[in-house]
């Protein structure tokens, strides 16, 4: 069986499916069904288009070498996200695929698109005439960013979550880690353990890639500029995609108003985008200065003229603001906070004074700001009011220094000693031990002078160093080479007893979990207790079996028992406790705190 | 503090430079509070800072100082003392109003006025004996039903605070404070209150002599010193002035048939009573021929009128006081006597008549002051008028500008009104050109190094761009587009390695206004919108408070964001980028001040001819100073940590050069503007190779910087720069070895006695004892 690299659910000519790319082929199996209806071998992919990011469909067409038509899959995994990282593991590993065919000359005709280039979508038209700006339906409600943007702030709660996602996750993790999926492979599918009990204790990683993949891109911070491409006969033309719609109308509520207002009644769809981009409107929200320059060449316009607003130039802003209450950085409390006085401040220094910056300027702040509100929603000022000023202690963590706090004078904890009276007289023993030993001192520099080193000795102790360091030494030269077939067996006999014996004791000393998964019971728990220690007793035979693979290979056996001696000793160690705590109990008995009775 | 309270021991003033983010606030007042408690006299505290932001961070620092205090108390009559301290902050109406219609207004000039007319003593006395016939205003009355000194409950109370007590106790916050000052231990305000004659007039004139003065952020104390003097007179407020004595003098002609006798007594009760103008002023009479309103009237009339004509001169016209005054007596014989008394004059008949609205005279009121200003002083000023705003504007738009060059006068009455003024801020060096500026000679003037257990700061010099092509603000190059390319390509970078918060400052509006807009058509915003989201300051204050709360959150929130700024601008004084609201602070070119402007370049020969000090010199003081405040803005304690880029090729190269050329160069080639300017604390860790970098090698640099200063800070400093007692026993210790070292030294070579007398901490400890007994 072909090893999978990557898998996904999609969509192929409208039916659900798997979509799998293997080291040989990619295969599209429709659900229900076993075996793939698309086959198409890595030597025939030639072009690959994908949908742009934030499209409505996340779709990977791949173009074959004698078909250009190829094949087209939309990736349905919810939500959009996932789909669309799955895309791009699918699109990675495809390009690769692609250069290599091209660069290995498999390739008969090159063809003449670009290899990888993401090309718009299907749903993207390209304009249809070169002047007119094209134009197609706002699929408003599907291309929403602002839904994307908003990541649910809560954590991820496995134990609330359907089988699927955790699968899912458990699959992504698995392939992240390599060494993870070794295990993983060893111990689940060779049926030593369940699904459940490997993944038991790693909860953490699935909430971290849980977490990751709850993270959703924010929006892109770039403003909304469409910037007319040139082409022959000094026409432009301006590509509209429903982003790019949506953004306009995100961005210029006044646009949006004047579509409500004539689409489709006075305008079409087209003529309306075609009279946008012509109109001073459009001049206006153009982010830049030069275009106040283009103001004469644009031509009048009845109906969007009508909308035109004043240019937003002047030194106070067209659209008042409540004042920033927090005093901290109210910049206009200190403006008023005396008469002004003196001379007035030369050119150079007398803000907006360029007037054309202004209003750019002033789209600036809007723009980020209407960004941040689109991520952290647009707290009323009332209420940031109560959260910025008012009470002491947040006041007061404006003017603190981090560093001059002082952190260690923690009070302590106080010594709880049975019996005062007696540790206290034993302070006085401690004096009077001092005493004596300070009596008994007197006159050590005389004795010390008559102290002499043996001869003997000293070059014994001296020989015997030496000795050492050459047997460290010659350990150090002399790698232990095993043959790397044995060397795999004893790493992954290790990482196996590792993980049985990490489940052993995680059931006997459950960890302080604020995990939300249900914390198994004392029964389960000692099952699972006794189950693994019946894994590790078989540990021994393992290790027997590897000694003897060894000898067969020509490597020491010893050499086998000393490497595995550690793991070994942790073995008994367990093994030893497990008899010793079953044989206390009585049999099985659950034992209602395990812990505390060591302690 | 061993410094500090020397000062207030000798009652002198002092300069003191402490490096920004040590804790300066906070030492400077945990010494003079412990002195006001331990000293019965109770000298008062004035604090000065310079913006509201920053002076709600002395009180809330105050706040805590004396909760600790409280905490601290020993016996209950000291807990009681230190319960009873007082600290207030006191800032404009427009900042404390709570009345809901006057707080609505956007200026505070109207704020002013409208306040005033709902509480002045004659709308108030009239409104108790006939309620109802006028309007008043709720909050100041409830204030009357209190005894004064008991308005608000001792203890520290915030801006923020009184307010509050304010909202909560239906009485006015602004009139609480102003009533409560003669009250309070320690009042905390902005320079103006104290400098500006006009305003020290109505705030600061109880204040006693002994009070302990002290100016925080005191770098700019010269400039608001020089704006308290200075006035700029345009045509329409000329025109505004006139409408306004006409409509006085309609209102005289009104009164005198209703109320003739009101104006009888009108000028009697005044007398100059300002004691931040000259003795001289202070107990002369006002001159016979303006005492009687019509005529005073008239006289303002004549007054405006000619210097509307002034206006008319199409070209610019440079004078000093003395030979305008003599033009002015030529043409239309106004004296030198009655003009000084102008302004005073018109506050007293303008109180006589029961002036509503006295935001619309406002104009008139800076004409009057004007004409006090100009007959007042006769060195260090000069009148300057300019018919065109810029040198090749065609339409003109005359400014008469009235500029004051001499800093010193108007901190004059201050230092002689007070015994000890202290002067401190985190960049005042060279330390010497305070005293010369301000003319005043301290007892102490010190700087004090920073201790860190690491770099937790890199300056990075940047000189070239990736291409090598130089970069530079200068004028002639600056709009060049490789070196607006260059820049954009430094914003970029960092955008990309700084996480969090970025700020950048430019050395102008115009320059930064600009640049932006280039940088938007070269496409260089749109790979910073990539990365990070941007802000702009804004012409507008509150608009660009919106702004730097969004950007606060952005940083807050770990999107990061860049803000764009002015060095000299509003976002520069007094907003502090700490930890990750500043992770890195980019100076585009030296913030120089621009030296075609007429005002400055008068400025620079006035100081040269007066002070000695070198145009060249004061200029890269002066843009050093600011570079400096604008990058000492990102530290703020030591486990913060930043990057601090200057993107020039001359202005900073020489700045630091000195520090790290050998001794004997720095002799070769001792030039003025070669001298470092930037403080030692920033100077000291620009080392060599920093101090000459292309983008990329910097950038690489800072990617080094960062990776290692933010591993975990939680190493242990104590010993370093942390203290303990027994390392402070140590170093006192130390001290006094040495001081008993050189004493016996002193003995041996009699002659070189009088150097130690600072050197030792033991006397200063006799004499407090002394004192006490």
């Known amino acids: 069986m072909p090893s999978i690299v990557c898998t996904a659910k999609a969509s192929y000519k409208k039916l659900p499916g798997t979509l799998e790319l293997t080291d040989s082929h990619l295969q599209w199996i429709q659900d229900g069904k076993k075996n793939p209806s698309v086959r198409v071998p890595h030597q025939d992919a030639s072009s690959l288009f994908c949908s742009k990011e934030g499209a409505a469909q996340v779709r990977l067409k791949l173009g074959l070498v004698n078909d250009d038509a190829g094949h087209n899959f939309t990736f349905t995994t919810t939500p959009q996200e996932v789909a669309y990282s799955e895309r791009e593991t699918f699109k990675t590993e495809l390009t690769n695929i692609i250069s290599r065919n091209r660069s290995s000359g498999v390739l008969a005709a090159p063809t003449a698109q670009t290899p990888k280039g993401p090309v718009t979508a299907a749903s993207t038209l390209t304009p249809s005439k070169a002047a007119t700006p094209a134009v197609l339906p706002a699929s408003r409600a599907s291309t929403s960013r602002a839904t994307s943007v908003v990541s649910d702030g809560r954590t991820p709660i496995l134990s609330g979550q359907d089988a699927a996602t955790v699968f899912r996750l458990r699959k992504r993790v698995l392939f992240a880690n390599p060494e993870l999926l070794a295990l993983h492979k060893e111990l689940v599918m060779g049926g030593q353990i369940t699904e459940a009990e490997f993944w038991d204790g790693r909860e953490h990683l699935l909430l971290a890639e849980a977490a990751t993949e709850n993270q959703k891109r924010g929006r892109p911070g770039q403003l909304v500029d469409p910037r007319p491409q040139t082409v022959d006969g000094g026409e432009v033309k301006i590509v509209i995609t429903p982003q790019l719609v949506h953004d306009i109308f995100d961005e210029f509520p006044v646009v949006a108003k004047a579509y409500n207002d004539n689409v489709p009644n006075k305008l079409s769809e087209a003529e309306f985008w075609k009279r946008y981009f012509q109109s001073k409107l459009f001049n206006a929200h153009r982010a830049s200065i030069r275009s106040s320059a283009t103001q004469h060449v644009v031509k009048e316009d009845p109906i969007f003229d009508k909308y035109l607003e004043k240019d937003d130039d002047e030194l106070e802003p067209r659209r008042l603001r409540d004042e920033v209450s927090n005093l901290f950085i109210n910049l206009g409390a200190t403006l008023e906070d005396h008469v002004e006085t003196g001379n007035e401040r030369d050119v150079t220094m007398q803000a907006g004074r360029q007037r054309g910056a202004l209003p750019l300027i002033r789209k600036f702040n809007e723009h980020s700001e209407r960004l941040l509100n689109s991520a952290l929603g647009d707290a009323p000022p009332s209420k940031r009011r109560l959260v910025n000023g008012g009470d002491v202690e947040n006041s007061f963590s404006e003017i603190e220094y981090d560093d001059l706090q002082d952190h260690e004078s923690s009070p302590g904890i106080l010594l709880e000693m049975q019996d005062r009276r007696r540790s206290s007289r034993e302070v006085i023993d401690v004096q009077n031990a001092f005493k004596d030993l300070l009596s008994r001192m007197n006159g050590w520099e005389g004795r010390f002078s008559q102290l002499k080193i043996e001869r003997k000795s000293s070059e014994a102790a001296l020989s015997s160093m030496t000795q050492n360091v050459a047997a460290r030494l010659d350990t150090k030269a002399t790698k232990s080479d095993f043959p790397p077939g044995l060397f795999r067996q004893l790493t992954t006999c290790q990482t196996a007893a590792n993980e049985f014996l990490r489940q052993f004791w995680t059931s006997i000393y459950p960890p302080p979990s604020d995990l939300p998964t249900p914390i198994p019971t004392a029964a389960q728990r000692s099952a699972k207790a006794a189950k693994m220690a019946g894994y590790l007793g078989k540990t021994h035979e393992k290790v027997d079996a590897l000694v003897r693979a060894a000898v067969l290979e020509g490597v020491e056996g010893n050499r086998v028992v000393i490497a595995m001696k550690p793991l070994m000793d942790a073995v008994e160690h367990a093994l030893a406790f497990h008899r010793a705590r079953s044989t206390a109990l009585g049999g099985g008995a659950s034992p209602e705190k395990p812990g505390s009775k060591l302690v | ?773």
């Open chain 2, 1 to 773: 503090m061993c410094d500090l309270k020397r000062t207030l021991d000798a009652t002198g003033h002092c300069v003191l430079e402490m490096p920004s983010g040590t804790g300066k606030t906070v030492s400077l007042l945990s010494l003079i509070v412990s002195y006001q408690q331990f000293h019965p006299t109770k000298r008062k505290l004035i604090y000065c800072s310079r913006t509201v932001p920053e002076i709600e961070k002395a009180l809330s620092e105050l706040k805590r100082l004396m909760k600790y205090r409280i905490s601290c108390a020993e016996t209950p009559e000291q807990r009681e003392k230190e319960e009873n301290f007082i600290g207030l902050g006191l800032t404009s109406r427009k900042n404390l109003c709570i009345h809901p219609e006057v707080s609505k207004e956007k200026k505070g000039k109207v704020v002013d006025a409208r306040c005033r007319d709902l509480t002045n003593s004659a709308v108030c006395e009239k409104g108790r004996a006939n309620p109802g016939s006028v309007e008043l205003c709720d909050w100041h009355e409830n204030l009357g039903t209190h005894e004064p000194g008991t308005l608000i409950s001792p203890g520290i109370w915030t801006l923020a605070d009184v307010l509050q007590h304010g909202r909560d106790n239906g009485t006015c916050p602004y009139f609480t404070v102003r009533r409560m000052m003669p009250f309070v231990d320690v009042i905390i305000y902005s320079f103006h209150y104290l400098i500006d004659p006009k305003v020290a007039d109505q705030v600061s004139k109880e204040l006693s002599k002994d009070a302990i003065v002290v100016f925080d952020e005191a770098h700019n104390i010269d400039n608001v010193c020089i704006e308290s003097l200075s006035i700029d007179l345009t045509r329409p407020m000329l025109d505004s002035a006139a409408r306004s004595v006409t409509k006085l003098g309609e209102k005289i002609d009104e009164i005198k048939i209703t109320d003739a006798a009101k104006l009888q007594d009108d000028p009697e009760d005044t007398f100059m009573a300002n004691p931040a103008l000259p003795d001289d002023l202070l107990n002369e009479a006002i001159p016979g021929n303006i005492r009687k309103a019509e005529h005073f009237v008239a006289f303002l009339k004549r007054f405006v009128e000619y210097l509307k004509t002034r206006m008319r001169v199409l070209h610019v016209v440079a004078e000093t006081p003395l030979s305008f005054l003599q033009h002015l007596k030529d043409i239309t014989y106004i004296e030198r006597r009655p003009l000084r008394f102008c302004a005073e004059r018109l506050q007293s008949l303008i109180r006589t008549l029961e002036v509503n609205r006295l935001d619309e005279y406002s104009a008139l009121q800076k004409v009057a002051s004007f004409a006090t200003l100009v007959a007042t002083y006769e060195k260090g000023f000069l009148l300057i008028l300019e018919p065109f705003e810029t040198d090749n504007a065609t339409v003109p738009n005359p400014v008469f500008h009235f500029t004051c060059l001499d800093p010193s006068l108007a901190i004059k009455p201050v230092f002689e009104h007070f015994s000890s003024v202290v002067i401190t801020s985190g960049t005042i060096s060279p330390l010497d050109m305070y005293p010369k500026m301000l003319q005043f000679t301290p007892v102490v003037q010190e700087t004090y190094p920073m201790t860190l257990t690491r770099n937790a700061f890199l300056p990075l010099v940047i000189t070239r761009g990736s291409d090598q092509v130089a970069i530079s603000s200068r004028f002639e190059v600056r709009n060049d587009p490789a070196v607006v390319r260059n820049f954009g390509s430094i914003l970029v970078e960092y955008s990309k390695i700084v996480p969090d918060g970025i700020v950048a400052f430019f050395p102008s509006y115009l320059y930064m206004e600009s640049i932006v807009a280039a940088w938007n058509d070269m496409g260089i915003l749109n790979e910073v919108w990539k990365n990070k989201l941007i802000f702009v300051e804004t012409p507008d204050a509150n608009e660009t408070s919106i702004a730097l709360e969004n950007y606060r959150r952005a940083c807050d929130n770990g999107r990061g964001a860049v803000l764009l700024s002015v060095a000299r601008g509003k976002v520069s004084e007094g907003i502090d980028f700490d930890h990750n609201y500043g992770r890195a602070v980019i100076m585009f070119g030296v913030p120089y001040q621009y030296t075609e402007s007429r005002i400055l370049k008068a400025r620079l020969e006035y100081l040269r001819d007066a002070y000695r000090i070198r145009e060249s010199e004061f200029l890269g003081f002066d843009a050093m100073r600011n570079a400096a405040q604008c990058v000492g803005r990102v530290l703020r304690g030591k486990t913060d940590w930043g990057l601090m880029v200057f993107a020039d090729k001359v202005g900073y190269m020489t700045s630091c050069f000195d520090s790290i050329a050998n001794p004997s160069r720095t002799q070769r080639f001792a030039r003025a503007d070669k001298r470092a300017k930037l403080p030692r604390w920033i100077n000291q860790y620009i080392t060599e190779v920093a101090s000459n970098l292309s983008t990329d090698m910097a950038v690489t640099l800072s990617k080094l910087f960062m990776r290692t200063i933010s591993q975990n800070p939680n190493e242990n400093q104590t010993g370093v720069s942390l203290w303990t007692l027994e390392d402070i026993e140590k170093a006192q210790a130390k001290q006094r070895e040495q001081a008993l070292l050189l004493e016996q030294e002193g003995q041996q070579g009699a002659d070189n006695m009088d150097e130690d007398e600072y050197g030792d901490g033991g006397i200063e400890d006799e004499v407090f004892m002394n004192v006490d007994l």
